[in-house]
């Protein structure tokens, strides 16, 4: 098989997003290939081997998993940062601890999900039992490629399913690496199987295989789209979509009170991972009393920022994840300008890797309702201010936007904090904080960042298992 044509279906050239160096090519993973695999899948989830073993057992080997990534945790976080461009110190400290915590919170919880007994009278039993669905299947993105591996390896394996894991085309490393440690931890062969293939091919594949009982995506609302369509089509497999956001960052008038601290939650809500996270607090709307002084600090801080090489621990902003995404990016910034934004950016500094796709973190004001940058999940280091008055206002333009996946609220005025939470649109509202909430709390958006299931916690059991009543007539 040649490796040398970019275009080729049957190839999966893996990058460095920071220098055009070329990390692997592998072969992609066929249609056919993805069907014989849930084939391998139902026969050993038909044989027992893991969907009937006792709970703890299931529990001691993914334990054993979360170990072996902690004894790996370098190399893991290494993976990641190489392939998607990552901030090497964001693995280190966010997605591979995340992972593993992941990993083990679910292993541990494998025993403790228990069935229910229905208020029948006297003549009847009617048990409620909860199940694996059988061959399962996960479709990643590269923005956190372990951590969105784990949040979905730890509940479908612990409830006893098998599972197809694709990882996006651009970071599958790690997911590989992952699966190889899942071996070693004593996960019987064809349990788990990682995929590595290219979306319209591998990922369709999945999405139709009539042998998929139920399939968990995390990416674009477009790619979301698709696999419902495609499900509805085949065989009505459970879908569950976690997509794509344009979070508001609300601050109220008393905002300025949290001082330094209100400052580095907004920075880090804009531009972890460079902006390309679901949840990125792309847009910050602020109360008109404070807008002056928050913008001033924002835009200094933001230009602060050490944009450079992801290898090295100090980078905070390392290059987005293509050239055709730093590209989408700045055309969505030049049309705002061009109709009249005021554009605020430091620039990029010299000596960054010269084939690295990097994009300078960058605020835009006075962009006009309804541009790209205003109503698009832009997915990179750029960030809206819009100014408010009343509460009203603020609520009205967190809400005007098709998504709904995270909102964070900064006010010391609890009936305040508490009536935006209830008022905004979105599946995790944090307040004073930026914030996902941890592994015990449901992850999951509204509107078009989010359908079938949440993420995390004792609530993602919903997308893995299913229930079955079995009524017994006693007498
Ligand atoms: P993407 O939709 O382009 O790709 C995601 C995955 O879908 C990849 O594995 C890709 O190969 C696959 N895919 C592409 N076409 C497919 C098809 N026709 N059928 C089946 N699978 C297909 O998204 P991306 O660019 O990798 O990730 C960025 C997006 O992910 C953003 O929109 C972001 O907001 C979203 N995201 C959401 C969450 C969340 O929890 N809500 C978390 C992380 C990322």
């Given at each position: 098989?040649?490796?040398?044509?970019?275009?080729?279906?049957t190839?999966?050239?893996?990058?460095?997003?920071?220098?055009?160096e070329?990390l692997t090519a592998l072969?992609?993973?066929?249609a056919?290939?993805?069907?014989?695999a849930a084939?391998?899948?139902?026969?050993?989830?038909?044989?027992?081997?893991?969907?009937?073993?006792?709970?703890?057992?299931?529990?001691?080997?993914?334990?054993?998993l979360a170990?072996?990534m902690?004894?790996d945790?370098?190399?893991?976080?290494?993976l990641?940062?190489?392939?998607?461009?990552?901030?090497i110190t964001?693995?280190?400290?966010?997605?591979v601890?995340g992972?593993?915590?992941?990993?083990?919170?679910?292993?541990?919880?494998?025993d403790?999900?228990?069935?229910?007994l229905a208020?029948?009278?006297p003549d009847?039993l009617?048990?409620i039992?909860?199940?694996?669905?059988?061959?399962?299947?996960?479709?990643?993105?590269?923005?956190?490629?372990?951590?969105?591996?784990a949040?979905?390896?730890g509940?479908?394996l612990?409830?006893?399913?098998?599972?197809?894991?694709k990882p996006?085309?651009?970071t599958?490393r790690?997911?590989l690496h992952?699966?190889?440690?899942?071996?070693e931890a004593g996960l019987?062969?064809?349990?788990l199987t990682v995929?590595?293939?290219?979306g319209?091919?591998?990922?369709?594949a999945?999405?139709?295989?009539?042998?998929?009982?139920?399939?968990s995506?995390t990416?674009s609302?477009?790619?979301?789209?698709?696999?419902?369509?495609d499900?509805?089509q085949?065989n009505?497999k459970?879908v569950?979509?976690e997509?794509?956001?344009k979070s508001p960052?609300?601050?109220?008038?008393?905002?300025?009170?949290?001082?330094d601290?209100l400052?580095d939650?907004m920075?880090e809500?804009?531009?972890l991972?460079m902006?390309?996270?679901?949840?990125?607090g792309s847009?910050?709307l602020?109360?008109q009393?404070?807008?002056e002084?928050?913008?001033?600090?924002?835009?200094?801080?933001a230009?602060?920022?050490?944009?450079?090489?992801?290898?090295?621990?100090?980078?905070r902003?390392?290059?987005?994840?293509?050239?055709?995404?730093?590209d989408?990016v700045?055309?969505?910034?030049d049309?705002?300008?061009?109709?009249?934004a005021h554009?605020?950016?430091?620039?990029?500094?010299?000596?960054?890797?010269?084939?690295?796709?990097?994009?300078?973190?960058t605020v835009?004001?006075?962009?006009?309702?309804?541009?790209?940058?205003?109503?698009q999940?832009?997915?990179?280091?750029?960030?809206t201010?819009?100014?408010f008055?009343?509460?009203?206002?603020a609520?009205?333009?967190?809400?005007?936007?098709e998504?709904?996946?995270?909102a964070s609220?900064w006010t010391r005025?609890?009936?305040?904090?508490?009536?935006?939470?209830?008022?905004v649109?979105a599946?995790?509202?944090?307040?004073?904080?930026?914030?996902?909430g941890?592994?015990?709390?449901?992850f999951?958006?509204?509107?078009?960042?989010?359908?079938g299931?949440?993420?995390?916690?004792?609530?993602?059991?919903?997308?893995?298992?299913?229930?079955?009543?079995?009524?017994?007539?006693?007498r």
């Amino acid at each position: 098989m040649t490796v040398t044509d970019a275009t080729d279906e049957t190839v999966l050239r893996v990058t460095n997003p920071a220098t055009g160096e070329l990390l692997t090519a592998l072969p992609a993973v066929s249609a056919r290939q993805v069907a014989e695999a849930a084939e391998r899948a139902q026969r050993v989830f038909e044989s027992g081997s893991w969907s009937r073993l006792p709970p703890r057992e299931r529990a001691s080997v993914l334990l054993r998993l979360a170990d072996l990534m902690e004894r790996d945790a370098e190399a893991l976080a290494r993976l990641d940062s190489e392939d998607a461009g990552k901030p090497i110190t964001e693995c280190r400290t966010g997605d591979v601890p995340g992972a593993i915590e992941s990993i083990r919170w679910f292993a541990e919880a494998a025993d403790k999900l228990f069935g229910r007994l229905a208020p029948t009278g006297p003549d009847h039993l009617g048990l409620i039992s909860r199940e694996p669905v059988g061959v399962v299947a996960a479709i990643l993105p590269w923005n956190y490629p372990l951590a969105m591996a784990a949040w979905k390896v730890g509940p479908a394996l612990a409830a006893g399913n098998c599972l197809l894991l694709k990882p996006a085309e651009a970071t599958p490393r790690s997911a590989l690496h992952l699966a190889r440690l899942a071996t070693e931890a004593g996960l019987p062969e064809g349990v788990l199987t990682v995929l590595p293939g290219h979306g319209p091919v591998a990922g369709a594949a999945l999405a139709r295989d009539p042998l998929v009982g139920a399939l968990s995506f995390t990416g674009s609302t477009a790619t979301g789209r698709r696999i419902l369509t495609d499900a509805a089509q085949t065989n009505f497999k459970r879908v569950s979509l976690e997509m794509g956001g344009k979070s508001p960052q609300i601050l109220m008038a008393d905002a300025l009170g949290f001082g330094d601290e209100l400052i580095d939650n907004m920075i880090e809500a804009a531009f972890l991972t460079m902006g390309q996270n679901c949840t990125a607090g792309s847009r910050v709307l602020v109360h008109q009393d404070i807008a002056e002084e928050v913008l001033a600090r924002f835009v200094a801080a933001a230009k602060s920022l050490v944009v450079g090489d992801p290898c090295e621990p100090e980078t905070r902003i390392g290059p987005l994840i293509s050239h055709a995404a730093r590209d989408r990016v700045a055309a969505a910034v030049d049309a705002a300008a061009a109709a009249g934004a005021h554009i605020h950016t430091a620039g990029l500094p010299g000596g960054l890797p010269g084939a690295g796709a990097y994009y300078p973190p960058t605020v835009v004001t006075g962009a006009p309702v309804a541009s790209d940058v205003l109503t698009q999940e832009l997915f990179g280091p750029v960030v809206t201010v819009q100014t408010f008055t009343t509460e009203a206002e603020a609520i009205r333009l967190a809400n005007a936007t098709e998504y709904g996946l995270a909102a964070s609220v900064w006010t010391r005025d609890l009936d305040t904090a508490l009536r935006l939470s209830r008022d905004v649109q979105a599946g995790v509202v944090s307040v004073n904080a930026y914030s996902e909430g941890d592994i015990s709390t449901p992850f999951g958006g509204w509107k078009q960042s989010g359908f079938g299931g949440a993420e995390k916690s004792t609530a993602a059991f919903a997308q893995w298992t299913r229930e079955k009543t079995i009524w017994i007539r006693t007498r």
